[in-house]
């Protein structure tokens, strides 16, 4: 046997808040080093991350463990973002992987299945919105 020692701790699932932050945390604190994703967020967001984080935690509770402390609208904050594909495509990347770094199971599936649906309906109402020339209703 080797002298290497291996972390063997089982994932868990997404079960309760403290892994909703932890997730939120860690994503975010990989975007905010991200070479694609990092001056657009930090851009828009500047000194405001500790109010970011916690909207994304009252959302990611809502949507993931049914407790409904989120309210208000996910898109129009997004609506005039100066995004692509090539920019969803890599918050995709790096969610899903923060996932299962973290986690695994039911919710864990979930949250990658709704952030993959999340991200693919923002991008269409983007590039509608910027084909048509209009604004979305607030």
Not at 59 to 67: G, I, S
Not at 105 to 113: I, L, M, T
């Amino acid at each position: 046997m080797s002298g290497i020692v291996y972390n063997m701790k089982e994932k868990s699932d997404i079960s309760n808040i403290e892994d909703i932050q932890l997730l939120v945390d860690i994503f975010y604190g990989k975007v905010r080093q991200d070479g694609l994703l990092a001056d657009i967020f930090n851009c828009v967001i500047q000194d405001r991350w500790p109010e970011h984080l916690e909207k994304m935690y009252r959302f990611w509770q809502t949507v993931l463990l049914d407790e409904h402390t989120y309210y208000g609208s996910p898109f129009s904050p997004h609506a005039r973002l100066p995004v692509g594909r090539q920019h969803f495509e890599r918050w995709k990347k790096l969610f899903s992987e923060t996932v299962d770094q973290h986690f695994s199971g039911k919710k864990a599936d979930e949250a990658k299945w709704r952030a993959e649906r999340m991200a693919e309906l923002f991008l269409q109402k983007i590039e509608y919105y910027r084909a048509n020339q209009t604004k979305p209703l607030v």
